[in-house]
């Protein structure tokens, strides 16, 4: 089984401040972890994954999400905001192979909004 | 490549009318997700397939839904009869095996009154 909690349904920052969101995961497998990002009336789309390499991770825009084993944590960071930041992300956790194989499951979203 | 495609975008439908939502995967991928996502459940997998083949059909919420994967191009979620609490965006998505990356779809948007 697995699960995902994302600590704060909303975070407000101010542009050019950091930008901290919260995900912390439970898996009965070594696990797959993912953070995707929708803006309004759009898909999902890959922001960075886990998969059991470096456990510092980069993505795209800025952002970058350090695996945490001890922790159980996966939180997305990013030094400065930027206002097109604005949008909802979703953290995620799949098992690394076996029956949970590409079987994704998502935490309950955190919407990002950014003040000038 | 176009990525997932997502027919309709939007549906407006009146309760215990058919609908029925299509998908074209990435070419190439070979598993394809049905999720649904409203304001209150977040997130749903609702059914994957695996090259064409359902493989976990659990999250499907009952019999008035079905999905049906005919080839490795196309994919139909339907909701007989539909209700309105069956309103919400539906998403597609694909993945290649070795990657464990889903690209989603649009959505289609379904309100059913």
């Known amino acids: 089984a697995q699960s995902v909690t994302q600590l704060g349904s909303h975070v407000s920052v101010s542009e050019g401040a950091l930008v901290l969101l919260r995900c912390n995961y439970s898996s009965s497998v070594p696990p797959y972890l993912f953070w995707y990002v929708q803006y309004p009336n759009q898909g999902l789309q890959l922001l960075l994954k886990y998969t059991s390499a470096a456990t510092l991770v980069k993505g795209i825009n800025g952002f970058e999400a350090e695996f945490k084993k001890s922790e159980t944590s996966f939180h997305l960071t990013k030094p400065s905001a930027h206002m097109s930041d604005a949008a909802e992300y979703f953290c995620?956790?799949?098992?690394?192979?076996?029956?949970?194989?590409?079987?994704?499951?998502f935490g309950q979203g955190t919407i990002l909004t950014v003040h000038p | 490549d176009a990525g997932v495609i997502q027919s309709p975008r939007h549906e407006v439908t009146e309760m215990g009318q058919e609908v029925t939502l299509r998908c074209k995967p990435i070419?190439?991928?070979?598993?394809l997700f049905w999720y649904r996502q409203t304001m209150m459940r977040g997130l749903e997998l609702l059914i994957y397939f695996n090259n064409n083949v359902p493989i976990d059909d659990s999250g499907m919420p009952e019999d008035r839904f079905s999905a049906k994967m005919p080839n490795a191009s196309f994919s139909t979620l339907k909701i007989q009869p539909s209700e309105p609490r069956d309103s919400a965006v539906y998403f597609c998505a694909s993945s290649f095996w070795e990657q464990e990356t889903q690209y989603f779809g649009p959505g289609t948007r379904l309100l059913v009154l």
């Open positions: 070419s190439g991928h070979d598993y």
């Open positions: 995620a956790v799949s098992g690394a192979g076996g029956t949970s194989y590409g079987k994704l499951t």
